[in-house]
């Protein structure tokens, strides 16, 4: 999707295309409007009779004479129904209705909301004249956008009739459903449902299929209030969406489910499944807490395996510190984020070296859990042990650095914060903006003695410098910066959102003591 500056250039070398007859240019040209979505398209028309002080993306009305207009070419009369002059696109209109080609089909519809009235009716009649499918493919998603703005409303209405008496309902609906154009497509599948075009039969056939999740939940509704047990069974229980697959469990009862389905969904990737899984396992007369164990400690894949340790966790059974550690230090990644997992509640001050190497090792995912379990357990480590990660080469552990100092809180998080603007690959101007002192609670001397040795060489300019001296309790440092405010700051750097509500509170908090 273009931004409007790069739209109106665009048009702009659109529309100088058309004045030299550049005819690969201009199919290049006609090749984008008809491509672009049909919300995109409008987009294209707003920004292009917007008003700007350069003058118009298309040129001035009158460089579109009768001869550029008279061009064989549709796509040079699309590109002037969207000029801002008024005479300009009522004369487009007229030449658009000769052609019908598809880039012909989407300028005159997009022209039934035009808010001038001679322009909107010649574009809606000639629009209801254009019935045959392949119009409708390219009408009707314009059509369907139009309709909640107000102008040209009613235009869908009149030409989905004109297309019905034409073809009949079910073709024409059957066409819209195979549309490109999303929320049409919707629109289409949903009017099925309402009418009664598409039975249960047909459903059931469409849903493997369906990649569009607001379509495919509509199927789901349609299965599960309408099919009988075993095509829910048979349908939902093997969906691709969780939602299927949970809603298959909940409609049907223990009676009604093969323990077989209910055994695999035991181990779903989805968390709500495994939950309904669970209660139709104990409805069935067996322990879902046994069931977890056999399969976690089983040779099934390391992923069946990880689901089952997380599905023995969600039962409150009990895991062995040893089993955790066990799976902490698998070579399997899955296993070993299982691991950490349910590592949060039974890690101690010996683990902390092996959790650290994990935050350091090069899998991502590994690394935020092993950096969560730390967190979790603050108690367990001292800033010192985050020294090798500050100090390491590699921009993304020194970013695993600062998110565990910063997630210490309190004046930890703006330390963290000042540190990280020393960075030479931190985002500083991000961080800048974001730097916020802790409220209501004064830094230790430790605290506040690092605070001003980064606050020194800090890339902020006087304000943001000011605030934070004095937020942190350093008056003297607050007049140092004071005294050197006429000399320029190196590397000067945006200010920390402040108010004066909050100068006030920092100043009084301090002058009080």
Known sequence: MLNPPQIRRRLGESAAAAFRG????????????????????????????????????????????????????????????MHPDGHVRERAVRSLTASHEPVSDRA?????????GVIRETAAREVLRRLTLDHADQITPLLQRIEGRGRGADVLPLYLHALVTEHGEAEVWARLRSSTDRDLRRTAFRHSFDSGLLGLQDVVALFPKERDQVVSRQFIRVIAESAAPDVVARVLLRGRSAESRALGLVKLTAAELDSADVERLLVDPSVLVRLWARRRWQ?????????????????????????AYAGLAETGAAIERQEILDLVHSAEPPLRKAGLSLFRDSATAEDVPLLFSLVAGDHSRVARLASEVLTHNPLLWSL?????????????????AWWLHRQRGGWEA??????????????????????????YVQPTDAQRQRIAELLVTAPLDHNGLVYLAMAAGLPDLAVTFNARKSAPAPDSGPVPATSRRQWWRVWNRHSST
């Open 108 to 116: 005159l519809a997009v022209r039934v909301s035009d808010h001038v």
């Open 283 to 307: 409805e069935m007369g067996r322990d879902p807490a046994t069931s977890y164990a056999a399969v976690a400690r089983s040779t099934a894949k390391p992923t069946v395996r990880a689901r």
């Open 414 to 439: 703006l330390v963290a914060d000042l540190e990280l603007l020393h960075d030479t690959n931190a985002p500083v101007d991000t961080v800048a903006r974001h730097l916020a002192p802790p409220m």
């Open 22 to 81: 550049d005819r690969p240019a201009l199919e290049d040209t006609a090749s984008w409007l008809t491509s672009v979505t049909a919300r995109e398209l409008l987009r294209i028309d707003y920004f292009a009779r917007q008003f700007r002080y350069e003058g118009p993306a298309l040129e001035k009305p009158e460089k579109w004479t009768r001869k550029v207009l008279a061009s064989p070419q549709p796509v040079v009369a699309a590109l002037a129904s």
């Open 384 to 400: 010192s042990d985050l020294a090798s990660l500050k100090a390491a080469e590699a921009p993304e552990l020194r970013r695993r």
